[in-house]
DNA sequence: AGTATGTTTAGGACATTGTCCAAATCAGAT
DNA sequence: ATCTGATTTGGACAATGTCCTAAACATACT
């Protein structure tokens, strides 16, 4: 591990704890035994740190993204991978409006990102759709409005109201309510998958 | 108009323009044509200022919160109210996660009307089942959760993905999402009101 | 009117922040 | 061994929120 990377593993872990806005330049130097300009020679600006974080957050969905989804299960699933990567950076979740309106190359690489997602999302109902999970007559728009919200802003509420639950028990609360979201939507079959999906949490 | 009224007026303008977190006391007080340590006196810390703010908004939703609703279209209509008030003090709602985490009196304040707002959408919602516009069987927790979550973070949303909007297209997009929400837990009757209320929004 | 008392304003000091830079140090190839 | 480029150091800089003292002001009382 070479020190840039170093730089890095430390920020995340305590951006993470602390919150990005709240932990800095010199206190992360001194966790890591260096001093401030060193790691200005790596990162000239505090913003090219978070940029390279919110780099790794998407290789990581990216990922996941990619996967195939046959069923709703594996649809639901995906989420949950999401949500644990989420949790992983959750510094950049917590501060995403700020980065949005601040940080313009964190901005201008997540507009990419999103619309891939939407496009993601869509593809992937439909295709729920012509398998046989979800009725036919679903508002595809209104689905993905509430996932999107969902995705983006879930760990931030966790935060807040559930701070007393551990990460995994905070993601269960969310997909499932990503779940309990589509059953009015969702075939027998469908359903048959939704209930195997909580089901699957429990253990 | 006293001093302390114009200062916090001043600084929702501010605020609300270019993030809490952005607008610095000189700033403000070159605005006010005043000296720093004039605003200081009236609110010792920054955070004392945003601790009004918060209260300001808090009363405004107080009244909203207490009105009576006796149909899902008022219902409805309540959160169009709130989300309007979201509108006027935005910059609150977009530092929501931030001021919660390091403002002790802001999120000591919060945790209250928190139990306040989640009881009373569970009172409407039962209430909207007595009078015959949502079916019985409804996931009450499932309902107040996406409530909750929109209400808390629509405008977070609306001003990285619809900053192109106006404020009253942005809040129509996110109430017209709570309405859709409802549709497959109303009633036949519950479903006319959804459908006037959207409606009354085209207007 | 003059004085005393309490409120408001001015102005600057202080520590901390992110950023920046020039000099010192180090490492590796010639 | 020496030169060259990469790395590290230590400090300067402007901006921030906070704090404090002295001046200015207003109000009430003698």
Redesign the interface.
Same mark, same amino acid.
């Given at each position: 591990m070479n020190k840039a990377e170093k730089i890095v593993a430390k920020a995340l872990e305590m951006f993470n704890e602390r919150?990005i806005?709240?932990v800095g330049l010199r206190e992360l130097a001194a966790e890591l035994s260096i001093r401030v300009g060193n790691i200005t020679y790596y990162f000239p600006t505090k913003d090219d740190l978070v940029d390279r974080l919110a780099q790794d957050l998407s290789r990581l969905n990216a990922q996941v993204i990619l996967e195939e989804h046959p069923s709703l299960f594996s649809f639901l699933e995906r989420f949950r991978k999401i949500f644990a990567n989420h949790v992983q950076y959750r510094c950049l979740l917590?501060?995403?409006?700020?980065l949005?309106?601040?940080n313009k190359v964190l901005?201008g690489a997540?507009k990419e990102t999103?619309k891939k997602r939407y496009s993601s999302i869509v593809t992937n109902l439909s295709s729920l759709q012509e398998r046989g999970y979800l009725s036919l007559e679903v508002?595809t728009d209104?689905l993905v +409005? *509430?996932f999107?919200?969902?995705a983006?802003?879930?760990i931030?509420?966790a +935060? *807040?109201?559930f701070a007393h639950l551990s990460p995994v028990e905070q993601i269960n609360q969310y997909v499932t309510?990503l779940a309990?979201?589509l059953i009015?939507?969702a075939t027998e079959k469908g359903r048959h998958d939704i209930r195997r999906f909580s089901a699957s949490l429990e253990s």
């Open positions: 919150g806005e709240y917590l501060s995403f409006v700020h949005m309106q601040q901005s997540y999103e508002d209104f +409005s *509430v999107t919200l969902t983006r802003f879930w931030s509420e +935060s *807040v109201s309510l309990k979201l009015p939507y």
